[in-house]
């Protein structure tokens, strides 16, 4: 078992920065959300998340078959009601209510042998399998 | 309802370059992984989606219920068996088992509301929501 660690120190309301081994980066909130736009914000980056695990798994796929991939383009979009998270008294649930991830892929195999590539990757994914299936989270006031 | 959008071309077989609006990063894995090391990995991303998340919705509770944050720090932790990924035969899932925030708040409330300000915050965070909970994935090939 692998455990995966990540920090962040708030440095605006909206805004933090975080710590990834050796990575610092910001996330903040565009300024229709309260932000200053210095970074992506916290949804841009889970759906970030699922593009560059999604690539990995893809080659990981391709290269077990003997496949040869030429290029790898990604796409994720999700819809998200923020009323819940504005507080207001909704039925929508707070995060993305769906989903969809696009790939355009060129390899050496024929459309068939792609679609066999995109599917195993589609469980094989963890940044996909967290989004799709549901993951205990505790949180806890330190 | 609110539309985000994020797209990403690979650079090797295990880095993308994402764009989100005008910002653009890579996501990468470390040498052990079979990477340059070059970013932080996409779990380490999706971590980063939830503490980026959290820290807004506490910022949003507390001034809703009058509370000042002068102080927010976040830790989040998960737990990932990498045999599913590598294509291993194992009942283990792909993705994070478990996922653990630690939030440090220091506020001009008691140690009650800070508590009760984490508790509304967790229903309210996207990013967490679409942690906890199932979201339908839909993945095509262009």
Chains 1, 2 share one sequence.
Do not use: W
Request: net charge negative.
């Amino acid at each position: 078992m692998s455990t995966y660690q990540v920090t962040a120190s708030a440095t605006t309301p909206t805004q933090v920065e975080v710590a990834a081994r050796q990575f610092r980066f910001l996330i903040d909130e565009p300024a229709d959300l309260g932000g200053e736009d210095a970074a992506p914000n916290p949804v841009e980056y889970s759906l970030a998340a699922l593009l560059g695990c999604f690539n990995v798994v893809v080659h990981l796929v391709a290269r077990e078959r003997g496949v040869t991939v030429t290029k790898c383009s990604l796409a994720a979009e999700g819809d998200l009601d923020p009323a819940k998270v504005l507080g207001q008294q909704t039925d929508a649930r707070a995060g993305f209510q769906q989903i969809r991830l696009q790939v355009a892929l060129e390899t050496d195999a024929d459309a068939a042998t792609n679609q066999q590539i995109i599917d195993e990757a589609k469980g094989r994914c963890p940044v996909g399998d967290n989004l799709a299936n549901a993951t205990p989270l505790e949180i806890t006031l330190a």
